[in-house]
């Protein structure tokens, strides 16, 4: 290796013909670099410079090289790790068993966090800064992020929050040789200054509504006291596990899913008229308005399909929650698009993946994804200080100061 460390600007260009030999000579003066650091950390640690006398009788001296390679955005770079005789040295600029230095760590972390397979990602190191990055390296290297994984969703919470949607996405997971659906359940908060953040996201099996018992059991356990509205979907049992913890909290039912689940059992050439009808219903201005007009429904489509008139008249309540309020709230509640727009832009991630190997594996690439989403949240929802207001006055005493 050629030492440039005494050469000018000048002098180095004149060694350079290409741009390969300008990243050669890089790479160069990185690698002689770290060997200048590694020298001068032995120094440090046994007290004198190399061949000083001091050294003499002291017990301890050096005792030859130990070779090792590292990967970095340079590519591969194989050094000399000065050694002790009592094996007491280790280096700190470069601990003991890292094979890459973190700048190539945070490029892997990045390209996993944009869903990108362990095979492009080796592919793109190798391409572009000629690496050999193997699958079990990818893997180590991202499971480092797990420990901030459960930081994050153990974190402590406000104390109220006015809106909250619970949702789940679906992902498919190996388990014991077989793939198996699981579900990420999903908790959107709207917090009193009127910043969406995700409160947290739990890995489980098919959603079940004693899932999310558990669920806002572990808000409350982070500090959450009070949640105004809840906004949810259809789920058998949902509600009862949101106020069987938060028993003052009012829950509206998403009125998409509600259509979503009636245009199933509709014949497609009457979806339209059907679904011109129910709007009447959802976009009364009053309660008594809507009531008026699910009578008409009623009167109209009963005969036909009851099943559709049933499933209103059971959940009528939950559904007509949102008419308690003003426009301005109405409009942020009546469906959970809130969340579901948040679960699509996980899917722009996750859609390379047919199947996750692990549960671990799956949390790593959905916490990436969402700290990549919710760092875009800095500004509040649009109109929320005139819901803000609205809260304050219908709410007296739960926002708090």
């Keep these: 290796?050629?030492?440039?460390?005494?050469?000018?600007?000048?002098?180095?260009?004149?060694?350079?013909?290409?741009?390969?030999?300008?990243?050669?000579?890089?790479?160069?003066?990185?690698?002689?670099?770290?060997?200048?650091?590694?020298?001068?950390?032995?120094?440090?640690?046994?007290?004198?410079?190399?061949?000083?006398?001091?050294?003499?009788?002291?017990?301890?001296?050096r005792n030859g090289y130990s070779k090792k390679t590292i990967k970095s955005k340079l590519g591969e770079t194989k050094l000399n790790i000065p050694r002790d005789r009592k094996g007491e040295y280790e280096p700190q600029i470069i601990k003991k068993y890292e094979t890459s230095i973190n700048g190539l760590e945070d490029q892997i972390i990045a390209l996993y966090s944009k869903g990108m397979s362990t095979r492009d990602i080796e592919d793109h190191m190798k391409d572009i800064y000629g690496i050999?990055?193997?699958?079990?390296?990818?893997?180590?290297?991202?499971?480092?992020?797990?420990?901030?994984?459960?930081e994050w969703q153990s974190r402590l919470l406000d104390p109220v929050y006015p809106i909250v949607f619970l949702d789940a996405?679906?992902?498919?997971?190996?388990?014991?040789?077989?793939?198996?659906?699981?579900?990420a359940y999903t908790v959107l908060g709207v917090n009193t200054d009127g910043i969406k953040d995700i409160l947290g996201i739990w890995i489980g099996?098919?959603?079940?509504?004693?899932?999310?018992?558990?669920?806002?059991?572990?808000?409350?356990?982070?500090?959450?006291?009070?949640?105004?509205?809840?906004?949810?979907?259809?789920?058998?049992?949902?509600?009862?596990a949101i106020n069987a913890t938060f028993p003052k909290t009012d829950i509206q039912s998403c009125i998409i899913h509600q259509l979503r689940n009636n245009v199933k059992c509709v014949p497609h050439k009457f979806?339209?008229?059907?679904?011109?009808?129910?709007?009447?219903?959802?976009?009364?201005?009053?309660?008594?308005?809507?009531?008026?007009?699910?009578?008409?429904?009623?009167?109209?489509w009963g005969k036909k399909y009851p099943s559709v008139i049933k499933s209103w008249e059971t959940n009528w309540l939950e559904l007509t929650t949102f008419?308690?309020?003003?426009?301005?709230?109405?409009?942020?509640?009546?469906?959970?698009n809130t969340i579901e727009a948040f679960h699509r832009q996980l899917r722009k991630v996750t859609k390379t993946k047919t199947a996750y190997p692990t549960d671990n594996a799956l949390r790593k690439i959905v916490y990436l994804a969402t700290v990549g989403v919710t760092d875009k949240w800095s500004n509040p929802i649009p109109g929320w200080l005139e819901c803000r207001q609205q809260f304050d006055i219908m709410f007296e005493g739960r926002l708090g100061k």
């Design 323 to 336: 008419f308690s309020y003003p426009v301005e709230i109405r409009k942020l509640i009546y469906t959970t």
């Design 1 to 61: 290796m050629q030492n440039y460390r005494d050469m000018t600007i000048r002098e180095l260009a004149g060694q350079c013909e290409t741009v390969d030999d300008i990243h050669a000579m890089i790479r160069d003066l990185f690698k002689e670099t770290l060997q200048q650091v590694f020298e001068a950390e032995i120094e440090e640690h046994l007290g004198y410079s190399k061949h000083d006398s001091k050294g003499i009788n002291t017990g301890n001296s």
């Design 132 to 150: 050999n990055v193997s699958s079990s390296l990818v893997s180590k290297v991202t499971d480092k992020v797990l420990p901030l994984v459960y």
């Design 271 to 300: 979806r339209k008229e059907l679904m011109d009808d129910l709007k009447k219903v959802y976009k009364a201005y009053t309660i008594e308005q809507a009531e008026l007009e699910f009578d008409e429904f009623k009167e109209k």
């Design 169 to 183: 996405i679906h992902f498919k997971v190996k388990h014991e040789n077989r793939i198996v659906s699981k579900a």
């Design 205 to 240: 099996e098919d959603e079940s509504a004693s899932f999310w018992l558990n669920v806002c059991q572990d808000l409350k356990s982070r500090g959450v006291q009070d949640i105004l509205i809840a906004c949810k979907d259809g789920l058998s049992g949902f509600s009862e």
